[in-house]
Nanobody, 126 residues
Framework: QVQLVESGGGLVQAGGSLRLSCAASGLTFRAYAMGWFRQAPGKEREIVAAIARSGVSTYYADSVKGRFTVCRDNAKNTVFLQMISLKPEDTAVYYC???????????????????WGKGTLVTVSS
C-alpha cells in the first residue's frame, strides 16, 4: 500500500520559516517525480513546487520563487519543502503528490497524479 505522509506544518508568524517533509512508502520512490500542492480555504488547489525523479530539475510557482526550495533524498524516500519569508497568503493545506512523469506534476492540474498525501496545515499569521 502506497503512503505519502506529510509533516512539519504548523503556525508561524509572517517572515518565519517552516520545513515540510513527505515520507513515501510502498512505491519505488526514485521512479516518481514529486510535487507539493496547496489549497487555501475557498480556493482551488495549486502547484507550489515540483522535483524530477533525479532531483536535477525543479519547478516553482511564481508566488513562491526565491522563498521555497524543494529537494529530495531518494535514499530516505523523502521529499522536502523548505519555506522561508512566509506570508499570510501562504496559509493553506499542503499536499505531497507523486507521478511517474515530471511534466504531469509541473502542469499543476493535479490530473495524472498517481498518489496524494493527506496534507499538512500551514498557517501564517500577520
Amino acid at each position: 500500500q502506497v503512503q505519502l505522509v506529510e509533516s512539519g506544518g504548523g503556525l508561524v508568524q509572517a517572515g518565519g520559516s517552516l520545513r515540510l517533509s513527505c515520507a513515501a512508502s510502498g512505491l519505488t520512490f526514485r521512479a516518481y517525480a514529486m510535487g507539493w500542492f496547496r489549497q487555501a480555504p475557498g480556493k482551488e488547489r495549486e502547484i507550489v513546487a515540483a522535483i524530477a525523479r533525479s532531483g536535477v530539475s525543479t519547478y516553482y510557482a511564481d508566488s513562491v520563487k526565491g522563498r521555497f526550495t524543494v529537494c529530495r533524498d531518494n535514499a530516505k524516500n523523502t521529499v522536502f519543502l523548505q519555506m522561508i519569508s512566509l506570508k499570510p497568503e501562504d496559509t493553506a493545506v499542503y499536499y505531497c503528490a507523486a507521478a511517474p512523469n515530471y511534466g504531469t506534476v509541473v502542469a499543476g492540474a493535479g490530473t495524472g497524479i498517481n498518489y496524494w498525501g493527506k496534507g499538512t496545515l500551514v498557517t501564517v499569521s500577520s
